[in-house]
């Protein structure tokens, strides 16, 4: 059958709406520039050496046994914290919807615990933990009395990694157990089964893909993540860090292409498979609303241990958090506990006020431009349909399993000589567009996904009936669409601006002396052992995402839309 | 009220969708022609899934058809988008802004068109009288009742005077008793503002009570096109006849005839008919006799066996078998009247002009 018309129309139509065709043509050419070219830049470094098909560059990394380390370094230090991580997020999230919980200050310990990873900088936690357990550490020296305790290598990047991501599988699973119907359960017991029984049969089975959702998600998280591994690794060195090191220590451009591929490749990899095969198979599994309210578990032997668990877990989190403001106001770390203010001010008399003038100001020019673009992706992959929607979708999505390390050589063999070594657009390269580029890149993902579960609430015919009433593309945004996805926007726009602003993997790549990164001082303070001044970085660097988070939220509660909703 | 009121012609339409398990493509819609005249209230009927819904948006402009062409008063308007088509549509979900109050709702279209600020608090409170919601200007859209957010819908829709208004099932949101005074309430305006409209519905009184004409659609094929009268009385097949009310079908043939009137055998018994013209003498034929137009009879020509009596207060419902068919009876004012029983032997009879005949290979 020939369905040439309809396409044919639909191209017209798409023709005379300027504003829709220009975003497109915009956001394909972007995509492509900063998100496919420079993956696909690697690609090619890799497999071409003055002008010919080579594959002795991946052989030389192949063999290299530094690199076969790092690779297999990185798989063990995902699985374990992956393993844990899902572990650890189950179990919160059964007490959170299965136990009646006896304290409400236990649900605040859980709000607490779930927000903290979002609003602190990533490296955060190896920071505490060599605070707490390392050679000078609160609890190995002065508690225990070891002298040589070694907290870095892989328990070191294990415990600070899960620490770190499994509130995110928390969220996730408390999400689908929220989802299951309570009268499956009652069923069951109904039928005799005991609680153990019915947690084995029927809960389990049916969480089973979110589990391995879960466990995917932060795989590719720690595969990914380069400030842990960095801080706290060692000597047990990741890809994220060892391509880094190829790169600054080695100078080997090409050695680190190949390697960005291999990692890009194993995240990818991950992706695809927890996105096309297992979140579909969580949907399928698990689509009803549950019909009511859940029967609490109530019986002491089930809700003593799990809830004294999480509590633990609970406060050992805050205690981390806890530890890096401390950390910045005692004299000497180990020596000195006397309470001191020097390490604020030696940040700020040397370069602080700078680094942090500049991290702000690119992640605020960073920020509303990854809300709106994520905004307008949104908009475009659920509520419009056009050649080049699933480009889009596919890209700027698939953008989530790209490792910051890996964007940041991109940047760096794509735009260091121009686009394909011809000059074309290297002006960027070393200037604070790059930044900027990197940053949009880095949070777009998250906001697009957020912008697309919230335009999905939306019926698509309310966005229809003013197209409909002879509005363009252009107003139908601007007057329906964003003001009824503005909580989502707005976080968005918070959530790019505290991810740019601790953002590390990338920049500390991309980063010139021109331009001073406050990550990428605590970095290279905590490197050379200085963590007083580090943790009053990332102090300051907290209070700020903090406000930042808190200001989102006040705008919510008094702009939002659920406030509109309900002026009943 | 509407600056002029336009025809739409569909030239051969059709639309070709995926079927999303099987991945092979589908006529969703099927070569469909159809003129409706300026000014009339046309109504298309039918099943879901029978390409009713996807009609009315390709006439919106939401779909584009894979075959033929549109024309919205003698204008093509195929290539033109949703916002540049003389159409307001009114939405099953009524589709209102939720972030509006009633009066930016309906005054949305209006600032669109850049009318002037005062001309537009002129238009959009005599709309909101015309619809009978005068007063209610500042009421967010979930102050309001199912009801009143449909006439608002409306008012929205009339209010930038389209050539053409668009239905999708505006009703079936609502309950059953205000979906009955809802569909007179649009034909009052409908009326008033001298507008044409086509209406989207499955629900077959709707579309009676509504309708200058009506269109019945099935797989994506119109398969009658008339008033509502037309397609009541003389339905061309037994789709239409059992969609539109209840129907009986006799299966049997055409003895003879004279003009229309003549006789059919059913089961071996003679009965007098009307409306067989068309059937040629001898040939097998199909009796399609409504509910309320049988009565029963304790003598007659088509002997049956009553197999439900039930009271239902207004009449007296029956299920009766001639012979292997099961045939249902209305009879209306039971009161007074000889009430058969289950197991009752009893003879149905009809007038011959309430009958119908079709050619049994239909």
Do not use: V, W
């Given at each position: 059958m020939k369905r040439r018309q309809s396409a044919a129309l639909d191209r017209k139509k798409l023709l005379k709406d300027p504003v829709l065709l220009i975003t497109i043509i915009i956001l394909i050419v972007a995509l492509l520039l900063f998100v496919l070219y420079p993956l696909l830049i690697l690609l090619v470094d890799s497999i071409w050496q003055e002008g010919h098909f080579t594959l002795g560059i991946f052989e030389s990394v192949l063999h290299l046994g530094r690199f076969q380390t790092a690779f297999w370094n990185t798989v063990r230090a995902g699985v374990i914290t992956g393993l844990l991580s899902t572990l650890l997020g189950l179990l919160f999230a059964y007490v959170d919807v299965y136990v009646r919980l006896r304290f409400r200050i236990l649900e605040r310990l859980f709000n607490v615990v779930s927000m903290l990873p979002v609003v602190s900088p990533p490296f955060v936690l190896s920071l505490s933990m060599i605070c707490l357990f390392g050679r000078s550490g609160l609890v190995t020296r002065q508690i225990l009395g070891i002298y040589d305790a070694n907290v870095y290598g892989l328990v070191g990047i294990v415990v600070t990694q899960t620490l770190t991501f499994f509130p995110v599988c928390y969220l996730m699973l408390r999400g689908l157990l929220k989802n299951i119907d309570p009268s499956l359960e009652e069923a069951a017991r109904d039928m005799g089964a005991s609680r153990w029984k019915v947690f084995w049969t029927v809960t389990t089975p049916l969480l089973l893909p979110g589990l391995g959702n879960a466990f995917l998600v932060t795989f590719i998280e720690s595969a990914a993540d380069f400030a842990n591994p960095m801080l706290i690794g060692g000597d047990y060195d990741t890809l994220a860090t060892t391509i880094y090191l190829q790169i600054t220590g080695a100078y080997d451009k090409q050695g680190a292409s190949a390697m960005a591929v291999v990692l890009l490749s194993l995240t990818i990899l991950m992706f695809i498979i927890q996105k096309y095969y297992l979140e579909s198979k969580t949907a399928a599994t698990l689509t009803g609303k549950a019909s009511r309210e859940r029967m609490r578990i109530t019986d002491k032997s089930v809700t003593f241990p799990m809830t004294m668990l999480c509590g633990l877990v609970s406060i050992f989190v805050i205690l981390m958090y806890a530890m890096v403001p401390m950390g910045a106001l005692f004299k000497l770390w180990g020596r000195n506990y006397a309470l001191t203010l020097d390490h604020f001010k030696y940040i700020f008399t040397y370069g602080g006020l700078a680094a942090f003038k500049d991290s702000a100001l690119l992640s605020v020019i960073a920020a509303p431009i990854t809300a709106i673009l994520s905004m307008i992706i949104a908009y475009l992959v659920v509520k419009r349909k056009f050649k080049g929607r699933g480009f889009i979708e596919f890209v700027s999505i698939l953008a989530m399993a790209v490792p910051g390390t890996v964007l940041g050589v991109g940047f760096i063999r794509g735009y260091s000589n121009g686009m394909f070594r011809t000059g074309f657009l290297q002006g960027i390269y070393g200037t604070s567009a790059i930044l900027i580029i990197a940053f949009v890149v880095r949070s777009l993902p998250t906001g697009t996904r957020s912008g697309i579960s919230a335009l999905r609430q939306i019926d698509k015919s309310i966005e229809e009936s003013a197209y409909d009433m002879g509005a363009g593309s252009g107003k139908v945004f601007m007057t329906v669409t964003l003001p009824l996805i503005k909580d989502s926007f707005f976080s968005g726009l918070v959530t790019a601006f505290v991810r740019s602003i601790t953002a590390i993997s990338a920049v500390i790549l991309l980063v010139t002396p021109r331009w001073n990164m406050v990550t990428v001082q605590i970095n290279s303070l905590a490197e050379k052992g200085n963590y007083g001044e580090a943790c009053a970085y990332a102090t300051v660097l907290i209070i700020i995402v903090y406000a930042a988070v808190m200001l989102m939220n006040l705008f919510i509660k008094y702009f939002g839309t659920s406030r509109v909703r309900r002026q009943k | 009220m509407a600056k002029e009121k336009k025809g739409i012609r569909l030239e051969h339409v059709s639309k070709i969708y995926k079927d999303p398990k099987t991945k092979k493509d589908f006529y969703a819609v099927k070569d469909v022609s159809v003129e409706i005249e300026p000014g009339s209230f046309v109504t298309l009927l039918g099943p879901s899934g029978c390409g009713k819904t996807t009609t009315l948006r390709m006439i919106a402009g939401f779909e584009s058809p894979d075959e033929g062409s549109i024309f919205l008063g003698g204008e093509r308007?195929?290539?033109?988008t949703p916002n540049k088509r003389d159409t307001a549509m009114v939405f099953q979900s009524y589709a209102l802004l939720p972030h509006y109050n009633i009066f930016d709702n309906v005054a949305y279209g209006l600032k669109i068109r850049k009318v002037p600020k005062e001309e537009i608090r002129k238009k959009v409170i005599d709309i909101l009288e015309l619809v009978g919601?005068?007063?209610?200007?500042?009421?967010?859209?979930?102050?309001?009742s199912g009801g009143q957010q449909q006439r608002v819908a409306l008012a929205r829709a009339l209010v930038i005077e389209p050539g053409v208004l668009l239905f999708?099932?505006?009703?079936?949101?609502?309950d059953a008793k205000l979906r009955v005074s809802m569909r007179t309430e649009i034909r009052r305006i409908q009326q008033e503002a001298g507008i044409t409209a086509i209406y989207v519905t499955h629900d077959q009184s709707e579309a009676m009570s509504i309708s200058d004409q009506i269109i019945i659609m099935k797989s994506g094929v119109i398969s009658q096109m008339g008033t509502p009268q037309d397609i009541y009385y003389h339905p061309v097949n037994e789709f239409v006849a059992d969609f539109i009310g209840d129907a009986n079908f006799l299966k049997g043939k055409v003895v003879s005839h004279a003009g229309e009137t003549g006789t059919m055998e059913i089961n071996g018994n003679h009965v007098e008919v009307s409306g067989c013209g068309h059937v040629s003498e001898g040939s097998e034929a199909t009796l399609v006799l409504r509910p309320e137009s049988i009565h029963l009879e304790d003598a007659g020509n088509i002997p049956c066996d009553v197999v439900l009596s039930c009271f239902m207060g207004a009449y007296q419902n029956y299920h009766v078998m001639v012979g292997d068919t099961k045939v249902a009876i209305t009879d209306y004012n039971p009161r007074g009247k000889k009430i058969y029983q289950v197991g009752d032997k009893a003879f149905i009879s009809f007038k011959p002009e309430t009958a119908h005949v079709l050619q049994a290979s239909e």
């Open positions: - | 308007i195929d290539e033109l919601l005068s007063g209610m200007e500042t009421r967010m859209t979930n102050q309001l999708d099932e505006p009703l079936s949101n609502l």
